[in-house]
């Protein structure tokens, strides 16, 4: 008996000892306000323990005594919060525009956008070399997530997209996506057929890949949906499967030319049965809701004086003198229809949104994207998205929450607990109660490193040279 008394002791005092221990993190930030976006609330006193580029722990600051760290950020009044995402931007314009793109990456970690999911572009090896440099801390930049090249028909669109012209051609883009490991599939309606659309739908679900992009006007989103069609970029096929008149139209003229009479038809019954349906199946919208306003005002606004052009390389601007040629033709002829289809998507947000129709935050930045700057256009959506009538909580759901949940990643992102990739930002004020609070960035940091605002904008300073 005395002997295992004698044991229990030596156990005891080994326990206690190792008790006291402190464990070391990496990095600990202190006296931290949580923003719990899907709880819509703050945890105050609250220190973030993390390990490599993992939060390890989350606990009350009268915890502290117990844990030590190789770097610590005091937060004291301030608000932590899980990154941005901006989940519609595009790196592109051909291999002479590749270090243009590269040099914007910065501007995403100013903007304290952590995440990015790039939509689609022709310079998917350096789009995948980045996303490999910054995980591997060896380049300043978000997350990515990339489509890599856009799918079309034989004659896309866009330079780079892969042709599919048959349903033998589907197979042979799917490996080639697979084999580059993207992380989803974008499809473009330049002119990909409408069987070939549903059929790449069919294919990648079979597969297990994400899809989305922009439809055929000749197909049909619920069809599209029911295949397993997980996104839609922009508001145009939502829009067109809300009028009485879609069916009619798409079969006498199948082009953006029916959008006049698609807008002026739009019937909110209809609309909100197709809402809920959509809801039903998961279905998520990328309203891109900011960059309509910017092209459908190119010919009023002048923009030669935006202090983000300074940021913009010589060759990227170049690419928006597409858009304001475009904009001054419709002017001249007279089309008022984006301005109207704005209003109108403008005035879908809350009705989609109440429906249970996931959103996501997108800005569509990137080179022909006339004056939508990277970075600042994220938060010009989230603005949008704020005016058409969601609260702060749920215009940061559209960004921060729906955007893993996109790829299923909600396990790894949209809060602050363990486990969680350390992809934050620090904040002067709480976003919750005045979204205008995301505009004063005290810190970003990606998987556990931490960028400062002298170090931000040190990195900004550096991009106008
Ligand atoms: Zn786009």
């Not at 008996?1 to 030596?10: Q, W």
């Not at 440099?133 to 300043?140: G, H, R, S, V």
């Not at 702060?392 to 602050?416: A, V």
Request: net charge negative.
């Amino acid at each position: 008996m005395m002997n295992l008394l004698k044991s229990l002791v030596v156990v005891l005092i080994f326990i206690s000892c190792n008790s006291e221990t402190p464990k070391q993190f990496d990095l600990i930030i202190t006296n931290a306000t949580i923003v719990d976006v899907l709880g819509d609330s703050l945890n105050n006193s609250q220190f973030i323990a993390i390990s490599q580029d993992t939060i390890s722990l989350v606990d009350n600051m009268s915890n502290l005594g117990k844990y030590k760290a190789n770097q610590t950020l005091d937060a004291a009044n301030k608000f932590v919060m899980p990154g941005l995402w901006d989940n519609h931007v595009h790196f592109r314009g051909g291999d002479t525009l590749i270090e243009e793109n590269k040099k914007l990456l910065p501007l995403f970690l100013a903007y304290g956008i952590t995440n990015v999911r790039d939509a689609g572009g022709d310079i998917t090896p350096s789009v995948l070399k980045w996303k490999q440099d910054i995980t591997n801390k060896e380049l300043n930049g978000p997350t990515i997530f990339t489509s890599g090249p856009k799918l079309d028909g034989t004659e896309p669109a866009w330079p780079g997209s892969l042709i599919v012209e048959s349903i033998e051609d589907v197979k042979i883009a799917l490996d080639s996506l697979e084999h580059l490991k993207v992380d989803y599939v974008k499809m473009y309606d330049g002119s990909l057929e409408k069987e070939f659309f549903y059929e790449i739908i069919k294919q990648a679900e079979a597969r297990g890949l994400k899809t989305t992009g922009h439809m055929p006007l000749s197909a049909n989103i619920l069809t599209a949906t029911d295949l397993g069609l997980d996104g839609t970029e922009h508001m145009y096929y939502v829009i067109k499967s809300c009028s009485p008149m879609a069916d009619s139209l798409t079969q006498t003229n199948p082009t953006y030319g029916m959008f006049p009479e698609i807008v002026k038809s739009y019937d909110p019954e209809i609309a909100m049965s197709i809402f809920k349906k959509l809801a039903s199946k998961g279905a998520f919208i990328t309203p891109t809701l900011h960059i309509g306003t910017i092209l459908s005002e190119l010919t009023e606004v002048d923009h030669k004086g935006d202090s983000l052009l300074n940021y913009i390389g010589q060759g990227i601007q170049k690419t928006y003198h597409g858009r304001i040629k475009s904009a001054k033709k419709a002017k001249l002829q007279g089309n008022t229809s984006r301005s109207q289809l704005g209003q109108l998507a403008k005035d879908m947000i809350l009705p989609l949104y109440n429906s249970g129709v996931k959103l996501l935050a997108g800005s569509d930045s990137g080179a022909f994207n006339s004056f939508v700057y990277p970075g600042e256009s994220l938060h010009l959506e989230l603005q949008s998205l704020l005016a058409a009538g969601l609260t702060p909580q749920q215009t940061l759901i559209t960004s921060i929450i729906n955007g893993p949940e996109f790829f299923e990643l909600s396990e790894f992102y949209g809060s602050i607990a363990e486990n969680k990739v350390a992809n934050l930002i620090i904040l002067d004020g709480n976003p919750l109660e005045d979204l205008k609070n995301l505009n004063n960035i005290r810190a970003t940091i990606i998987k556990g490193k931490v960028y400062d605002k002298k170090m931000l904008d040190t990195m900004l300073r550096d991009l106008k040279k």
